[in-house]
């Protein structure tokens, strides 16, 4: 237990967990207090009170610290509701898509054979069209929503694990433990999920934490171009569209949430980063 | 308890595979029988690509083999399924190479130690794992740690913990100590005899290393290119091996003793056994005296053997005009009395890239000692052949040190080894010259200078021009000499004459003398 | 009258961050003597050579001590001079045949760059030395050789090239640091044999580093014995052997297996011997 | 070895495309309902429906419709598009050198850049190199092309109006290539008007998408010429007296540049996926943004050409991509 303590000690004092954790937690709050946190509802509309700047530039109306939209909602409001949205798809997209894409690259990197050259094939094929035009053309099909969205993003991204995944049990199975399993009679099924699979968890640590930050900017991306969830409901994306409109005299609409997503992306990609460093035994020798 | 016969193994060689279809398969094992007894050890050696690690992978059924028998406990085990041969595996077990790859990195020694027990089921009670870790000499302390936290001998010897932990009837142990220091592995050597000895296994041991092997073992197998080449009891093969192959391996094994001859020995890939001299080609070399004589033939040779420049050195460089432009780019006309301190430092100065010194200058007054003229030949002889050429030696020692070593080529004549009563004054001189290149090669022999003593017999020259002949030409004197330097030879007597006298020399050397003196005409 | 060493390191003290790795090494190299350096891993012997290379790894400090080549400070000597000394009168052979070679470039580019480099030599002029050095290391077919690719000649092969480029511009002395450690028995001896061959022509000094007290014996005239980082025991070859003056180095000949004296039971080297070397050694660390 | 490893490849790319054209044809074909509902809205009449049915074969075996499929896309038949009325593959030649343009000059910039980073903080370790370079990967990486493209636009279209925010030339220049390449053509026939207004125009996208590339070539170029500087036969050059800039560029880019290639070649076509995004931002009238419109106005064949045509981009940029690697890699070319 001692060793496993000193792990996690070691992972949280390096700076870059800290500010990953740090981040991700204030999403988490962000979206699951978003109704206590917010002053306002962030639908309510005061069309009196649009493009108020936020509160430490000049015209600044303190009930609206971080200013209004154009329909003059609340932006403080609106992007912490964006937070819910945001976490949300990355939590479950980012989960869905690696469970497929492990269980996919396992299977190939450990049978190989014919199993192996089918799915390689399926991620080539995948892998022949671009991410973001295919997540466009997707929701577009399916239709508009949080569903479409997370549903876009696992049957994108899930390559991104396989691939991965493959290439590294394919390193593990030459390894010699894996022979010692077999010779002390343990089972194929056995020798992947108890012997190969737990020295991929590091791994796949790392790319969930990365997949999460990919599938907030999916997100985004597609709320930009209007095909996420409902317009009417907040999210990063979608401000920052609306921001883009109205760039020349309120400028904090687009840049308040270019920020967070900036942040949160940040965030993510350090707490990959600093486990992956921290929390693989042989690196950290 | 273990026998295998004809048995053979062919695995993909990936790096031939073809654009379409499956790799070609290669052959690992060609046929090895192979039997052992209960509590019996087998040393298997050989050298990398003999096919000893697949042997005993094979042994154990990590790999199929493609062809042949292998029978375990009386059964045949060579084609058996997977699921049929899991009851055989708790008997037979393994120890690997590489520790750090064996061992799973997520895995606590408690987990790795044990897991052989509860994969077949048997009942892990709460001192197997410190009995399991004092047996094999670790303490039950460790049994928290993971691998990465242990020494490489730890680790070995928790593979060693993990192979006996089901008390089987057979190891194999693959290069167990190949990556130990000596300390460590005398260790692991030792606890594995006592193992062998406490547990009755039966042992096939592999190992590159010979003397590892006979501490070990009781029989041994010498395994070439997937074949054995020879077996027998370890006192015999190691005293009194037959096969050539085993001999050859044995002889190659460096024995911590001296002996000073043992590196001499041995064969030799290449037969071509040319010595290690200095390779004209692409080197810069400057010729003393290139005014007439050897001296153009000298810078001749040197152009045509691919020297990148060659520093023609003459009192007066107008004489030397054609030479520097039949070779124009190639050769530099210097000008250089060698007699001159200032003119000799000067040159060491200017041609400061030189890797090898040709001194070919002299004068020769054809001069007896007593009779005829004045001492002022014998002087100027002494003066340009031994004093100059000297000079030059002490200003390019540096210059060659600074350039990798190189060579110094004194042009002397075999009248340095015996005296040519006509050639008195000469004779005197050279043989000035013969001791001052032994004693400058044995002062640079440290800065890897090769110093070099030409001693031809008479050449076809101007100063030659009063003796009688056989006269040799004067290009095959440098050629005599440049084949010298590139040979690393450090004394040569170019054409018969000399080479005749060279010999009489080493046999009579008052003969040689006596027939000299009958030249002079009485 | 005294010759002075090629080669003299005098109280080396060396720490790797702030772990000492050199706790006061002294060697003489002399002229055209092959000086064994022998010890375990962990010693420090690949460290030594490093630093007289100076190519020790970041973070290595240099704390006290000297190191004199042919009476010049290496440790003082500007990087210019260093470098221009590095590669033409001293050379390395190192430990790895699969790793020494740049796998991307081929034979002939390594053996000529360093040739252009410090002999000046043109292109043509460093193509045929490089020739000539692979005839000298006994390479078959050196034409063809020298248009391959590292990857595509065999282990001995590779070292031999290694071995040639060492002694390629001629230097005055070669660290060679493990040279035959990866090879075959076979192959090592005709390697050590080569070694010694050129090194006996050419007068060059060698640094042999080795943990192989068998190769000592046979290749070298010197041996210093290293353990934790202090040289314990400096002897001619013959001496060491005959008469081991230190315990630890008695205790590592007990624990050489060797195949003509099965007789001899195999002694570890006792564990307080190396408790007591290693207490002395950070004895001299406060 | 190397012309068959990279004809293996090519012929691989074969069922990969076929894989492709299925997903493309069952992507806006079966999945879910009524493709002809989808284009023409709930509005239309039954008739319509049925006849549009008819004019697309909707109405025949689903098997049989792929297989014309196949057939017309492999004639260079790619329809007809719904709300241009023209020719889908004429559309997309129209666009398509706009799209490539731009994206060679992305890579070009991200190249040049993430190389240059890279040995900068090899070079230069532990000092302002390595800083520079760390700082920027880590940015580069984190914000995506899209967000670099709107800070662009606020910062060099609205706060320092420097570079044009909108378009790929000032249309008052009236230029118009009989290639459709506007960079390549206006500077080789001289028009240098044209070619300034092209290339500021082009900057600011450019610049945009390569950031992210420029940033994971800077990184794993980092790691990798580190990771070469600690092998033997590095050490052996310095122990040969070469200098470190000697070492670093002729001894160990070559080196690190195989795993470079190998981790970073998908991010190149990562790259031409973005100009999708980047297109609409900045109004540019290439493939990518005429995708968006497609997908807006939901025209099918338009959509599934254009998907097609960035797919074929694809195939073609990783058989480049496994080009390189091979011309790099001994082992490969001499395996």
């Not at chain 1, 996690?8 to 207090?33: E, M, T, W």
């Not at chain 2, 100027?380 to 000079?391: F, K, P, V, W």
């Not at chain 4, 106005?297 to 998907?307: A, F, H, M, S, Y």
């Amino acid at each position: 237990m001692a060793d496993r303590r000193g792990a996690l000690v070691s992972a949280a004092s390096d700076a870059r967990v800290l500010f990953g954790a740090a981040v991700l937690l204030a999403l988490i709050v962000a979206a699951a207090a978003a109704p206590l946190l917010a002053p306002h509802d962030p639908l309510e509309q005061d069309l009196l009170a649009s493009f108020l700047p936020p509160a430490f530039q000049a015209g600044a109306d303190p009930v609206f610290p971080l200013g209004t939209d154009s329909l003059g909602r609340d932006l403080l409001s609106r992007l912490i509701y964006g937070a819910r949205v945001a976490l949300t798809v990355a939590l479950v997209a980012a989960s869905l898509a690696a469970l497929l894409g492990t269980a996919l690259g396992l299977i190939a990197g450990y049978f190989g054979g014919w199993v192996d050259a089918v799915i390689s094939r399926l991620v080539d094929v995948w892998m022949a069209f671009p991410p973001v035009l295919l997540s466009i053309v997707l929701v577009a099909i399916i239709g508009a929503g949080l569903h479409s969205v997370i549903i876009a993003i696992v049957i994108i991204d899930w390559t991104r694990f396989c691939r991965v995944v493959r290439a590294e049990v394919l390193v593990q199975r030459e390894q010699d433990y894996v022979a010692s399993a077999v010779t002390i009679g343990l089972g194929r099924w056995r020798i992947l999920w108890h012997e190969i699979l737990p020295n991929l968890l590091p791994l796949l640590l790392v790319l969930i934490t990365l997949e999460m930050g990919i599938a907030i900017i999916v997100e985004a991306i597609l709320s930009f171009v209007g095909l996420s969830v409902s317009s009417d409901q907040a999210t990063w994306g979608g401000l920052i569209q609306e921001g883009r409109l109205y760039i020349h005299q309120a400028w904090w609409i687009m840049v308040l949430p270019m920020a967070c997503i900036i942040v949160s992306v940040l965030g993510l990609n350090a707490l990959g980063d600093g486990l992956r460093r921290t929390l693989d035994p042989v690196m950290r020798r | 308890m273990l026998e295998a016969r004809n048995l053979r193994l062919a695995l993909p060689d990936r790096s031939r595979k073809p654009l379409f279809g499956p790799a070609p398969m290669t052959e690992i094992l060609r046929g090895i029988d192979l039997e052992l007894a209960a509590g019996e050890s087998l040393g298997v050696v050989g050298e990398s690509g003999s096919g000893k690690t697949s042997l005993g992978r094979t042994l154990l059924r990590l790999y199929r083999p493609t062809g042949g028998s292998l029978r375990f406990e009386g059964r045949d085990i060579a084609t058996l399924a997977e699921a049929d041969l899991r009851p055989l595996r708790a008997r037979m077990q393994m120890i690997f190479q590489d520790p750090m790859s064996s061992l799973n990195p997520r895995q606590r020694i408690a987990e790795i130690v044990t897991q052989p027990l509860w994969a077949f089921g048997r009942d892990v009670v709460a001192d197997h794992v410190p009995a399991l870790l004092e047996r094999v000499g670790l303490t039950p302390a460790l049994a928290a740690r993971y691998p990465h936290e242990l020494s490489g001998g730890q680790r070995q010897r928790v593979g060693i913990a993990r192979a006996i932990a089901l008390q089987p009837k057979l190891v194999v142990a693959d290069e167990i100590v190949s990556g130990l220091d000596v300390s460590t592995q005398a260790q692991i050597l030792s606890l594995l005899a006592n193992l062998k000895r406490d547990l009755g296994l039966a042992l096939v041991f592999i190992s590159h290393d010979l003397s590892v092997v006979r501490v070990v073992c009781d029989r041994v197998m010498v395994l070439s290119r997937g074949e054995v080449m020879e077996t027998g009891p370890c006192e015999r093969l190691f005293s009194a091996p037959r096969h050539p192959y085993t001999r050859a391996l044995l002889e190659a094994v460096p024995l911590p003793e001296v002996d000073p001859d043992w590196i001499h020995g041995g064969p030799i890939e290449q037969e071509d056994n040319r010595g290690i001299g200095m390779q004209i080609k692409g080197t810069v070399a400057l010729v003393t005296g290139t005014s007439r004589g050897i001296g153009p033939e000298y810078v001749r040779e040197l152009a045509k053997r691919g020297a990148a420049k060659v520093y023609a050195a003459a009192r007066d460089t107008t004489q030397i005009a054609d030479l520097a432009a039949e070779f124009a780019g190639t050769v530099e006309a210097v000008e250089l009395d060698i007699t001159d301190p200032v003119q000799v430092a000067a040159a060491a100065e200017r041609c400061a890239d030189v890797q090898l010194l040709i001194n070919n200058a002299g004068i020769n007054h054809n001069t007896g000692l007593i009779a005829p003229t004045s001492l002022d030949n014998a002087r100027a002889e002494m003066e340009t052949n031994y004093l100059g050429t000297l000079a030059m030696c002490r200003a390019f020692a540096p210059v060659l040190q600074a350039n990798g070593g190189g060579a110094i080529v004194n042009m002397l004549s075999i009248l340095a080894r015996v005296c040519l009563p006509l050639m008195g004054s000469l004779s005197a001189s050279k043989a000035a010259g013969l001791m001052m290149t032994q004693g400058v090669r044995a002062e640079l022999a440290g800065q890897g200078t090769t110093v070099i003593a030409v001693m031809p017999g008479a050449v076809e020259t101007d100063m030659t021009r009063d003796l009688p002949p056989p006269k040799m030409p004067p290009a095959d004197v440098a050629v005599a000499a440049l084949d010298a330097v590139e040979q690393g030879e450090e004394e040569v007597y170019p054409g018969d004459m000399a080479t005749g006298m060279a010999q009489g020399l080493a046999g009579d050397p008052k003969a040689v003398e006596k027939e000299l003196a009958g030249i002079l005409p009485q | 009258m005294t010759v002075a060493p090629t080669l003299a390191v005098a109280s080396l003290r060396l720490d790797l961050g702030h772990t000492p790795i050199l706790r006061g090494v002294d060697i003489d190299v002399m002229p055209g003597e092959v000086h064994g350096l022998v010890g375990e891993s962990g010693a420090g012997k690949t460290m030594v050579g490093k630093a007289v290379l100076g190519i020790a790894p970041a973070g290595a400090r240099i704390r006290s001590g000297s190191m004199t080549f042919l009476r010049e400070d290496l440790i003082a000597m500007p990087e210019r001079r260093r470098r221009d000394l590095l590669g033409r009168q001293i050379a390395l052979i190192p430990q790895d045949p699969m790793t020494g070679l740049n796998p991307v470039l081929r034979i002939d580019r390594q053996m000529t760059d360093p040739l252009r480099l410090h002999l000046g030599l043109d292109r043509p002029a460093a193509a045929a030395k490089a020739l000539d050095l692979l005839h000298q290391v006994r390479i078959r077919e050196p034409e063809r050789v020298l248009r391959q690719y590292p990857h595509e000649l065999s282990g001995g092969m590779r070292q031999r090239v290694l071995i040639a480029m060492a002694f390629s511009c001629r230097p005055q002395l070669i660290v060679a640091d493990e040279p035959t450690t990866a090879l075959d028995v076979t192959v090592q001896r005709q390697i050590l044999r080569l070694i010694k061959e050129l090194q006996e022509t050419a007068g060059t000094a060698i640094l042999f580093i080795t943990h192989d007290l068998g190769v000592v014996s046979k290749i070298c005239d010197r041996v210093s014995v290293i353990h934790s980082g202090r040289i314990l025991e400096s002897a001619g070859v013959a001496d060491l052997f005959d008469f081991p003056q230190h315990d630890y180095t008695r205790a590592l000949m007990r624990a050489t297996p060797r195949y003509d004296r099965p007789g001899d039971l195999l002694q570890p080297v006792p564990a307080d011997l190396t408790a007591r070397l290693i207490a002395e050694a950070e004895a001299l660390d406060a | 070895m190397s012309a068959g490893y990279l004809l293996k490849r090519l012929l691989l790319a074969i069922p990969t495309l076929f894989g492709v054209l299925v997903v493309v044809f069952v992507l806006l074909r079966v999945v879910p309902g009524d493709p002809v509902t989808m284009m023409v809205g709930l509005t239309a009449s039954e008739e319509d429906i049925a006849r549009l049915r008819e004019l697309y074969g909707f109405d025949k075996p689903i098997f049989t419709q792929f297989l014309i499929y196949l057939g017309d896309v492999l004639q260079g038949d790619l329809g007809v598009s719904i709300t241009r009325k023209q020719e889908v593959l004429g559309l997309i030649l129209g666009r398509l050198p706009v799209t490539l343009e731009l994206s060679l000059f992305a890579m070009a910039v991200a190249l040049l850049g993430g190389m240059m980073l890279g040995v900068l903080a090899v070079y230069r370790p532990g000092r302002g190199g390595e800083l520079v370079a760390d700082g920027f990967s880590g940015l580069g990486l984190a914000i995506p092309d899209f967000l670099w493209a709107l800070m662009f636009i606020l910062l060099f279209g609205v706060l320092i109006p420097l570079l044009p925010i909108s378009g790929q030339i000032d249309p008052r220049l009236g230029f118009e290539p009989a290639s459709g390449f506007y960079l390549f053509e206006s500077l080789l026939i001289g028009e240098f008007a044209a070619f300034q207004s092209v290339l500021s125009h082009m900057v600011l996208p450019a610049v945009a998408l390569a950031i992210p590339l420029a940033a994971i070539i800077a990184r794993i170029l980092k790691s990798s010429l580190q990771e070469v500087m600690t092998q033997d036969y590095i050490l052996l050059a310095r122990a040969r007296g070469f200098s470190r800039l000697r070492i670093v560029l002729r001894e160990a880019l070559q080196n690190a540049l195989i795993p470079t290639v190998t981790l970073s070649g998908v991010q190149f076509t990562f790259l031409v996926g973005g100009t999708v995004l980047i297109e609409r931002i900045f109004s540019y009238p290439g493939l990518g943004n005429m995708a968006i419109e497609a997908v807006i106005n939901r025209d099918i064949p338009l959509i599934q050409g254009i998907v097609l045509t960035f797919a074929v981009m694809f195939i073609a940029l990783n058989l480049i991509i496994d080009s390189t690697y091979v011309l790099l890699n001994p082992r490969v070319r001499h395996g």
